[in-house]
């Protein structure tokens, strides 16, 4: 028998938390390293595109399927939607581990003052910014509660 994923016995041990239609984090662009250790800029506020923040740790046992399932994201999301994959800075995260499940096809970025510009409280966590607003944050329980949460951000029926 097959047990459910992190994601889906959090969802059942605690109430999904509405996302905030109108946060109150202003958005900022992400300085910080990939996991092979190069330093990267993302461009978050004049970004022409949508951007999915998706904030993880590589301990985190509720981010499992959002790191093993980034290619159905993707997919799922409506066209142009980039995802950046945010963990902290290599001072309070294992590199050997997040280089691990690092998604060859999707950016990640070791950045904790990005977990500080956005007030993220812990992993999993959500920003969609468009037009140079964050237009929902929130916890990212899961690639379907992710989707659905940016579908709704962007206008869109989820």
């Not at 980034?70 to 939607?81: K, N």
């Not at 468009?130 to 899961?142: C, D, I, N, S």
Request: hydrophobic letters at 40%.
């Amino acid at each position: 028998m097959n047990d459910p994923p992190p994601a889906e016995i959090l969802r059942r041990v605690r109430p999904i938390p509405t996302y905030r239609d109108h946060p109150a984090t202003a958005p900022s662009d992400i300085e910080g390293l990939t996991p092979a250790g190069e330093t990267v800029k993302v461009a978050i506020v004049g970004a022409s595109d949508p951007v999915l923040l998706v904030f993880l740790s590589s301990s985190c046992q509720g981010c499992r399927d959002l790191w093993e399932g980034t290619v159905a994201l993707r997919q799922s999301l409506p066209e142009g939607v980039r995802v950046v994959l945010v963990t902290k800075g290599p001072e309070l995260e294992d590199v050997r581990a997040v280089a691990a499940l690092d998604p060859a096809d999707t950016l990640t970025v070791m950045s904790s003052q990005a977990f500080r510009d956005y007030r993220v409280g812990g992993p999993p966590f959500l920003a969609v910014v468009a037009a140079g607003v964050v237009r929902t944050e929130g916890v990212a329980w899961g690639i379907g509660e992710t989707v659905r949460a940016t579908r709704h951000a962007l206008g869109e029926n989820p």
